[in-house]
């Protein structure tokens, strides 16, 4: 599977922002899927994951009532709703397939085929 992130941006703290990572095959709708994060100089990190269907969803504590994580199936897409940012959520975000572990997981090695990332900046 092939994914393709976008909607990132500048934004001022306390904004919104929505995030898009569209997939390339039907087969998207077999797998959960999840959000990770890079800052600059540090490593990724775990943003937000959902199972195959949406019901089931599983949120890093940074990020928890802030964001949520959401999937159309019928288009191939996820999404990453992000309200109330902060200046600390300026990272580059990917999205992933999980490939093993349990679902939702948040593990990084239990990701793979990487989107390219989309870059988020909040401004204070």
């Known amino acids: 599977v092939q994914l393709v992130e976008s909607g990132g941006g500048l934004v001022q703290a306390g904004g919104s922002l929505r995030l898009s990572c569209a997939a390339s095959?039907?087969?998207?709708?077999?797998?959960?899927m999840g959000w990770f994060r890079q800052a600059p100089g540090k490593e990724r990190e775990f943003v937000a994951a959902i199972n195959w269907s949406g019901r089931s969803t599983y949120y890093a504590n940074s990020v928890k009532g802030r964001f949520t994580i959401s999937r159309d199936n019928a288009k191939t897409t996820m999404y990453l709703q992000m309200n109330s940012l902060k200046p600390e959520d300026t990272a580059v975000y990917y999205c992933?397939?999980?490939?093993?572990?349990?679902?939702?997981?948040?593990?990084?090695?239990?990701?793979?085929?990487w989107g390219q990332g989309t870059e988020l900046t909040v401004s204070s």
């Open positions: 095959e039907r087969t998207f709708s077999s797998y959960a």
């Open positions: 992933a397939v999980q490939i093993s572990g349990s679902v939702p997981g948040y593990r990084l090695s239990d990701f793979g085929s």
